[in-house]
């Protein structure tokens, strides 16, 4: 991998993201035109913005995709569904929804697998990939493991480790892990894929995700990564 991985080759596993709450038009029409320039998979946005970087990216190759529930999950499937809906109609061509959290944690395995069911349908239904936001800080192994389980049922494009923006506890990481990578994959195979997101700064970090098993990585540093390997190859 190391000694095949070209610049353009490693930009297209990158979700390249831009999710602060406060960035302005301009921000993302910089944002977007960087994110054509260097070829990225797909630009990471909240879903008010997918309209706007559907025009700014009209032209190019980019992806757009819509964060839905971000980042706690905690609203309905019905609200979540609709938020879908909207992205979609909007332009988006994937969308990475994060799991109700506090079900999983009540144990409630039935009302995930439903969430995920009825968001999963939707892409479906349009054409459009979707992924599933695990948050891995806040969960068990076990309960990891039980969410690829139910995933291996429904069958999302991507299981995702991260949002990026969880808290951490007694000294758990908040973004992507190789072992977190490494147990998803070993689940689910290649029935669905994995998707590193959060944490990952340097080439170290995404080649380590990819030699993992991760088949796409979100990322704020998608362009000092690829630098960073166009310098190692110079």
Request: with cysteine; charged share 25%.
């Amino acid at each position: 991998m190391k000694e095949t991985l070209t610049p353009e080759i490693l930009a297209k596993y990158f979700d390249q993201t831009l999710l602060k709450a406060y960035a302005t038009e301009e921000d993302f029409r910089e944002f977007c035109a960087q994110s054509a320039a260097y070829h990225f998979k797909m630009v990471a946005i909240n879903s008010v913005p997918v309209k706007m970087c559907r025009e700014f990216l009209a032209d190019s190759d980019v992806l757009v995709g819509a964060a839905i529930g971000f980042p706690l999950g905690q609203t309905t499937i019905e609200n979540k569904v609709h938020e879908t809906r909207q992205a979609i109609a909007d332009g988006a061509d994937e969308i990475d929804y994060v799991i109700n959290i506090s079900a999983l944690k009540s144990g409630n395995l039935a009302y995930v697998e439903e969430e995920m069911q009825a968001i999963v349908s939707v892409c479906r239904e349009a054409g459009k990939t979707v992924k599933v936001i695990f948050e891995n800080c806040y969960l068990t192994d076990d309960e990891k493991r039980a969410l690829c389980e139910i995933a291996l049922r429904v069958r999302p494009d991507f299981i995702k480790t991260s949002t990026g923006f969880g808290t951490p506890s007694a000294g758990v990481a908040v973004g992507a892990t190789v072992e977190d990578v490494r147990l998803m994959k070993s689940i689910v195979g290649d029935a669905v894929k994995v998707k590193a997101a959060g944490g990952v700064r340097t080439l170290a970090d995404a080649l380590a995700m990819i030699e993992a098993g991760a088949e796409r990585i979100g990322t704020s540093a998608g362009v000092s990564i690829i630098e960073e390997l166009k310098s190692k190859r110079a």
